[in-house]
């Protein structure tokens, strides 16, 4: 089976204008932009507040928890119509909670600051989530919003030391930010609504054959499966910083520009996956990568070459990008509601959030080397499934195309 599905036209699912984009695009990097910042936020906690390192990665914690808590309370709400009073009141608790901790030098207003802020990121990510299933295309659209997001945090990440990386300008920007995405909610595409002939088709004897709980099981499946991809692969990037000065002898400098050249890598994966999605498929593409960075895992580990560290280092967090843009993708593509997209990164953030200590305790217990040949060995775990998955995801974008529906142009402002 092709794997280039048609867009089924009369699925209900619209095409990307630049409206569209910078809401849907916006309030998901926005949301999403505590993880991001979670280094820089932890020295403004430190320097201007006075917190130990501890306390304010325990905050930092808290805040990301709230987040991922939110994001999957509100997922649903999200998918059945409720986005945009979800993404209203999410960005807007958001931009209280930040805003809060930015300009009022208190600690308990700062905790509670940070904590509510993460709740209303929640929202704000389960809503764009779910919006982004109902944009056509879904290779694409991941991947111009993956493109956006490692833009944004990019020149976000050099704006906050440039002003000084207190609390004013690192949690004052974040509220900023909450508060331009609040201004464009009204944009976000709304829940589809098939059309006639499209619903006709849908209702067919053929269709009617289609066992619903395939799409519902392949769901939840990458639900669990990216939870735990996330553990694998943030686990690495934790310990990315000591295991280059311990095993593989990098100084600050290079492990610096280790994380500058990551980043460069990662939006160039992201614009690849955003101007040549569709032609290049998708369940390839994720194989490759998904494949190519479980080797890349048992090469960080054993490599003691501060230069051959670096490559790995960069070429491993390039196929992240792309495979995470892949997912999000099969995600949107189960669901043009966003059943699946909107409580995806919910997923991600708890398996995130126990990275830190899973990838410090690995290495501890049985060394670097020992670490990669774990965290390979649950990337190549989690391979079957996530191609099954996105096989399901391009047979049902495929299955779902009404044979007989005219074939109709995209509106002129269409820019997918």
């Known amino acids: 089976m092709s794997e280039n599905p048609v867009e089924p036209e009369g699925s209900g699912r619209v095409p990307l204008t630049a409206k569209r984009a910078v809401s849907v695009f916006g309030i998901s990097v926005v949301g999403f932009m505590t993880a991001n910042l979670v280094p820089v936020l932890i020295v403004a906690l430190t320097g201007e507040l006075g917190l130990s390192v501890t306390e304010a990665g325990t905050l930092m914690t808290a805040s990301l928890l709230a987040c991922a808590a939110s994001c999957l309370a509100t997922s649903r709400w999200s998918a059945h119509g409720g986005r945009y009073v979800v993404a209203r009141a999410g960005l807007a608790l958001a931009a209280l909670g930040f805003g809060a901790a930015a300009f009022v030098p208190s600690v308990p207003v700062v905790v509670a600051g940070v904590v509510l802020g993460g709740l209303g990121a929640g929202g704000a990510v389960s809503a764009g989530g779910a919006a982004l299933g109902a944009l056509r295309n879904p290779d694409r659209a991941s991947g111009i919003n993956g493109f956006t997001n490692r833009t944004i945090v990019s020149v976000v990440l050099f704006a906050i030391p440039a002003l000084g990386a207190g609390m004013g300008s690192a949690f004052g920007l974040l509220a900023g930010l909450a508060l331009a995405a609040l ?4 944009w976000l595409p709304d829940r589809p609504v098939p059309t006639a002939t ?17 799409p519902t099981m392949a769901g939840v499946g990458l639900l669990i499966c990216f939870a735990l991809w996330a553990l694998s692969e ?10 280059g000065a311990e095993q593989a002898g990098l100084d600050e400098t290079g492990m610096g520009l280790a994380l500058s050249l990551s980043t460069l890598g990662g939006l160039l994966a992201t614009a690849v996956v955003s101007f040549f999605g569709r032609s290049l498929g998708r369940t390839f ?19 003691t070459d501060p230069g051959w560290y670096l490559v790995v280092i960069i070429a491993w967090n390039t ?9 999000i993708a099969v995600a949107a593509a189960l669901d043009a509601s966003g059943r699946w997209s909107a409580p995806l990164l919910g997923v991600y953030l708890i398996g995130s959030s126990f990275a830190p200590v899973f990838g410090t305790s690995l290495s501890a217990a049985i060394g670097y080397a020992g670490m990669g040949m774990v965290l390979a060995g649950m990337t190549f775990a989690l ?32 820019i997918v």
């Open 183 to 186: 201004l464009t909610t009204g």
């Open 198 to 214: 499209y619903a006709s088709a849908a209702s067919s004897p053929t269709a009617a054959k289609k066992p619903l709980r395939t």
């Open 234 to 243: 943030d686990s690495l990037w934790a310990v990315a910083g000591t295991m």
């Open 285 to 303: 593409p994720l194989a490759v990568a998904l494949v190519a960075g479980g080797l890349l895992k048992l090469l960080a580990g054993a490599v």
């Open 319 to 327: 196929l992240y990008a792309a495979a995470f843009v892949y997912i």
């Open 383 to 414: 391979l079957v499934p996530f191609l099954v998955i996105s096989r399901v995801s391009v047979r049902g974008e495929t299955d779902s195309v009404p044979r007989s529906a005219p074939e109709t142009d995209f509106p002129q402002t269409a």
